[in-house]
């Protein structure tokens, strides 16, 4: 509580806290004369490794370069005299070494460091150094425990004091962890619990283990060993029992649950504030009890609450005073349940409201430090100055200690010092360090001048100025010379003068001028703000899911500011990936790829977009499809004579869900190491009953399929062997048929392999004459046919069958009727003739035969008839014989031979058949179709010969059907979709052309062409006019290059040509070739005349000279190397290598008179000069 007194200051304070102008936080340059400052030192409790030396940390900065000096347990510690301690250079950090001998534990306390210079004196922390321990386990005898099955258990852990405490962990012998569940666990404490004890707990190496961080060492404690009392045996079947079935199976008595930790129903616990707090309740019962946690009053905090430990564990983080409370942990099982509450109180070390900082102030100016703490208890303050208490310092008539504030007032030069608040209470204190610095400086600016600050639009931007000055400067801010207006919605000036806009927009670019100004003078400078556009991907990449070895493209299409440079990167699982010809991964500027992908390729792809100011990312998720993995673990079960259970483990379904189990079989004795299909499940069974056949040595395999494909197939199975028994099936596809007039050949489908039931397979055929009382005829074979001979033509048997093995007989299959075989038909249909003759059908009549004469079963009767000639004088006809079959029944004595040509002559006959068989020919009837309606014209041309006139072409129908009477014309205009009203013409037989005048060089028109007989009109031909800008002038237009005026013309120009060209070359051979003996006579240069790789030269110094007899240009000048290979070859006897390569070598030493040979008969052959070109 706050005495009467200090109530009043504390209320002046707060006033004084709320309107005192106050100095900005700011950095003095370390140039500038100033108090120390603490700027590293070890942490408060600092526990040392004993194998290493001791580093007790402790920098501070100032000017002059403060010196340093320690206290050690309250006492001044001399450094210098301790050989083993020595201090570091400008610094006041110790080192402590035991390279030459020395425990460290004799360096063990409590050590403060003092930094001073001529304006004050800076203390560290007090730093408690303490040495890592990590002592052995006492010796001690464990006698065995020994207790009855059912009943509770601690196993005590009780580890060694080490400093820090160690960590705790039970193991067996093997060094494997000992399992821990809800009945068996282990307490915060470090021991292990046992809400109940079964059989199987029974062990001789219970042990725990101590692992002590800093020495990375583990002690382990002596194992205990622990003997369970049963009234029953314990066998390993009942290890596949869950605990509940367990206790009813060992008739183990149930009970009621029974705190084992904490004792009792009510206890407490402290906790300081952002500590953990850990709560536990174990208990004991049979069945394992559960454990429940509440809160009274109120619910448990979700977000910091965490549940360990099979519930059995209460953690909250970072605890505060609302955690304060009342928490219930119920333990309960079928029996019954039990409660104990936990009263949670939270404490709290000191921890900072206000935190004093540095002040500047110039000489007059007024101040304050403020130290403001909370905790529970309440901290007490306590000022110091320079290291000692504020009381027992020089009397300061300028400043004052009001609560828990200094107040300044009128500061003068020399009054500089370090002051120090400590807040303590009995959990722990807080200690800082605040100078104050009297200076007397004009404004000075500590950063870059004329800086440039790029920020992205709607961003905020921050001006930032770094200055010094005392007294504290004022600061403004213009914008293109105009003062800025602080009104804290568009702008906003922190203490450190930096220049907040809150959101920057294009027309916030400009130049920016910062002004700080004290009573001493003024430091401006300038800044310029650029504003750019954001960077954002506006084409994300998408999830995706692809198949093994298929190719993937994941796009990123960004937007960016142009004058900023931006890169592209992608991650694979937050893992760069990497870009190159030897990588896997493809990008271009918009997307990446990823080709063939496999399982490996699975993952989060992400795209980031950056630039120096932003960045934008997006991800998207690959999964990648695969075949599943083979089943696994196939077993037999349920064995029986025509079943068995197979159960199989799943493999791995690869992102693609199973749809399909084939369950596969081999049999080692009909088709060893053929796998065939036995039967298909659905994709959620793993276990299914297979229906088996007798007599088969079978084994299994599964394959799984998916929407991707077929698994590879899974290991085969263990052999199965059924027993044999007689064949369960007749043979199928039993038939009987005739393949010659006097036998029947009886078949039959084969039993399947797996319908054989047994060894020793064979067939029973039995047959006999329909409606004939005799006995059954029969023969047992392995084939799967059998012949009976010498029977009658065509007559019906009865025909059975039955399977046999050497476990009996099948059943027997159902009778079915066979034939035996057929002979020719004897009679012909008689009266064969025609009635109701059309154009293009007939009716046929005839009179039927007996059935006896067919000698077989009726087929049909079959009409053959052909067009003998067309009744149109010269028109050609095709004489191909047609058959037309009817075949119904045998009774049938008429019908209708359709699709005939109209105006012909046809001829005709008819035989009835059977199967085999055609019988003999009827007579052969005559008749003629009457006239139809013509076809289509041969042809229809339309010839556009001018812009005037449409001529048309046609020719008259390859079918005519009649006598042609004449044509039809009918056409109308055409203008897009609009069509005109039709005008009709009509023309004689003999006419086929016609000219039409158009009215205009536009006009389009579409033409119906058809030809006429006395019946009618027949098939349209129909065609429109081309147009006349940009079509042809006839579908069916004459090539030019075909007409004869055309051919001659371009025989003309070629023959001349050819003429030209000869005259060309004649004159050329004689004009332009020198002989070789003038190139001979030329002089040698009288120096080497060979090259550098020892060809001759043959350049003389008139190189540039024209040579004689070459030819010149019109104006004169030299026309350059024109010659052909015969010059260089001397003519017909220049040598090719087969393949047509010149060989010939022009030498000096030629003789004259081959030269001039050549030369004469070339010059006289114009024949030679063209073959010199070939």
Known sequence: MWPQGQRAALAVLSIIVLLWKKAAPIDVPLDLKQPPTIVKQSVKDYIVDPRDNIIIECEAKGNPVPTFWWRRNGKFF????????????????LEISFRNGGKPEEYEGEYQCFALNDFGTAMSNKILLRVSKSPLWPKEVLEPVVVAEGSSLILPCNPPPGLPPPNTFWMNSAMTPINQDKRVSMGLNGDLYFSNVLARDSSTDYSCNARFLFTHTIQQKNPFTLKVTTKEPYNDTQSSLNDTDLYGARNIPETAPSFLSPSGLHSSKMVLRGEELLLECIAAGVPTPGIKWFKKGGDLPEKKVKFENFNKTLRIVSVSEEDSGDYVCMASNKIGSIRHSISVQVKAAPYWL??????????????????L???NPKPTIEWLVNGEPIESSLPNLSREVVGDAIIFNSVHI?????YQCNASNEHGYLLVNAFVSILDMPPRLLGPKNQLIKVIENHQAFLDCPFFGSPYPDVRWFKNGLGIVLDGVKYRLHNNGTLEIKRARPEDQGTYTFVASNILGKAEDQVRLEVKEPTRIVRIPEHQSANRGSLVRFECRIKHDPTLPVTVSWLKDDKPLHFGWMSKYKKDEESMSIPNVNSDDEGTYTCTVSTELDQDSASARLTVLDRPDPPQDLELSDLSARSVRLTWVPGNENNSPVTEFLVQFEEDRWKPGEWQNLSSYAGNQNSVNLQLSPFVNYQFRVIATNNVGQSRPSRPSARYQTSGTPPDVAPSGLKGWGTRKNNMEITWQPLLDTQRNGPELRYVVSWRRKDHEEEWNNVTTTSTKHVVSDTETYVPYEIKIQAVNDFGRGPESNVVIGYSGEDKPSAAPADLRVSKVDSTKVNVHWVTIEPSSIHGEFKEYRLYYRREASLVRGVKVNKEKKTKGFYSDVSQNTGILTDL??????????????????????????FETKEGVPGAPKFFKIVQRNTETIHLEWDKPLEPNGILIGYTLKYNTVNGTQVGSQQVQSFFANETEHTIRLPDRFTRYKFYLSARTQVGSGEVYAEESPHFANEAYSKDQVDIATQGWFIGLMCAIALLVLILLIVCFIKRSRGGKYPVRDKKDLPLDPVDQKDQDGSFDYHSDEDNKPLQGSQTSLDGNVKESDDSLVDYGEG?????????????QYTVKKDKEETEGNESSEATSPVNAIYSLA
Not at 78 to 93: L, W
Not at 354 to 367: I, M, S
Not at 905 to 921: D, I, L, Q, R, T
Not at 1132 to 1144: C, H, R, T
């Open 414 to 418: 020399g009054a500089s010092a370090v």
């Open 78 to 93: 001399n450094a210098e005299k301790d050989h083993r301690v020595s201090m570091r250079k400008r610094s006041g950090t």
């Open 1132 to 1144: 017909g006897d220049g040598q090719f290598n087969e393949d047509g390569s010149f060989i010939g």
């Open 901 to 926: 040509i109209p105006y012909s002559k046809y001829s005709m006959y008819m035989v009835v058949a059977n199967n085999k068989f055609e019988g003999p020919h009827s007579k052969t009837v005559e």
């Open 373 to 375: 703490a909370s905790g």
């Open 354 to 371: 206000h935190k004093p900082t540095n002040l500047v102030l110039a000489p007059g100016e007024n101040g304050q430090l403020v130290c």
